[in-house]
């Protein structure tokens, strides 16, 4: 098996995301800041980037499809179910405020989580199941993108493994974004189409003012939101279509820019990659628990201040110290996993081509 390169870049432009999505969620718990927040356009950033990776890793890997589903299976679930059992051992020991916080921030979402009784077995069942089939996210709502994500990898697996030119893999991308024009799916065929027409895409981009104005263009859709377009006189779409139009111009500056990616790809910006699907998973728990329990707790002249301070300390550095159990650890099981599968496989298609001969013979 080979493992892709990793770009510093990627892992920086994932962990700014990754921030953008916890801050945007702080944001609404503390001030109702619908106004501001535009999460999913951070999201669509990560369905991008998978959809090129994971075209690398299949383009540079021998392993089996089936060996590639399993490893991506056990990558993204293994993080879940730590991460849910997380959520999960604050809700039976009744460490969640979020509801009489939201009574004071006024945050309307505050209010929606943890509203029911704890049971570990619906946890694991939406952890390793649930999330992936039904979209099932009660223990953590991050986890409405799991069933997104692993079928998107699916499916640049499949194209991946079976068409042998890039000009087929093409046509299937193609038609996979048609077929899902409206579903955040059409983000991998995306993603895949940049890695394999990845020169071609750096030509198109080689200009500054080129990519200069597609940053802004990118910036622009990622933070505007729908009362501003329609002041503008945008067309009366789906607030969807522009973040998934803001992730696909971010990734193709990110792609083709090299004053960008030295800017995120940084000391810094790997240590947020490095963290960022850890922070993504715990910072929803620890905002309706720990910060909730500040802003009922604390004088309400700084009440506030305090909680985004204490919050963003103790998110970062549960992401800092929990990473390595969260997320490189289940990685590394999901290897062994994949090469496992991969050495059964090998094994059940050697011995069919013995007999297969023996009975030709």
């Known amino acids: 098996m ?20 916890f801050i945007g969620h702080l ?6 800041a619908f106004w501001i927040f535009n999460g999913r356009a951070a999201v669509c950033i990560f369905f991008v980037l998978s959809g090129y990776v994971l075209a690398d890793m299949i383009d540079r890997s021998k392993m089996s ?32 405020r979020n509801a009489q916080a939201a009574a004071v921030t006024g945050s309307q979402w505050l209010a929606l989580w943890y509203q029911f009784e704890p049971s570990f077995s619906t946890m694991v069942w939406e952890a390793v199941y649930g999330a992936f089939i039904t979209g099932t996210s009660a223990y953590n709502s991050n986890l409405w993108t799991m069933r997104p994500e692993l079928i998107g990898s699916l499916f640049v697996f499949v194209i ?4 042998a030119t890039r000009m087929w893999r093409a046509i299937f991308y193609i038609a996979m974004a048609i077929w899902f024009w409206s579903d955040y799916l059409m983000l991998f065929s995306v993603g895949a189409l940049f890695f394999d027409f990845h020169s071609e895409l750096c030509r198109l981009m080689k200009s500054t ?27 009366h779409i789906d607030m969807m279509k522009w973040q998934m139009l ?13 004053f960008v990616q030295r800017l995120i790809g940084g000391a810094i910006g790997r240590t947020l990659g490095r963290i960022s699907f850890t922070l993504y998973l715990i910072h929803l728990p620890i905002i309706c628990s720990m ?24 998110v970062f550095g549960a992401s800092l110290l929990l990473c390595r159990l969260v997320d490189e650890w289940p ?8 090469t496992t599968v991969d050495a059964i496989v090998k094994s059940a298609r050697d011995s069919f081509r013995q007999r297969y001969t023996a009975i030709m013979d």
Do not use: Q
């Open 2 to 21: 080979v493992i892709p390169d990793r770009k510093p870049y990627l892992d920086g432009l994932r962990g700014v995301a990754a921030v953008v999505v």
């Open 27 to 32: 944001l609404l718990s503390l001030f109702d």
């Open 65 to 96: 499809l089936p060996a590639h589903v399993l490893r991506r299976y056990v990558r993204l679930a293994g993080p879940m179910l730590l991460t849910s059992a997380f959520a999960w051992g604050l809700l039976a020991v009744g460490a969640y």
């Open 160 to 163: 991946g493994s079976f068409s």
């Open 209 to 235: 003012v080129v990519r200069v104005a597609s940053l802004i263009a990118g910036l622009f859709f990622f933070i505007a939101t729908e009362r501003v377009l329609n002041r503008l006189n945008f067309p």
């Open 246 to 258: 803001s992730a696909v111009l971010i990734v193709a500056v990110v792609l083709t820019w090299p």
């Open 291 to 314: 910060t909730s329990w500040l802003v009922i707790k604390l004088p309400p002249t700084v009440a506030i201040l305090a909680s985004v301070t204490l919050t963003i300390v103790c």
């Open 331 to 338: 990685t590394m099981i999901s290897r062994v996993a994949g």
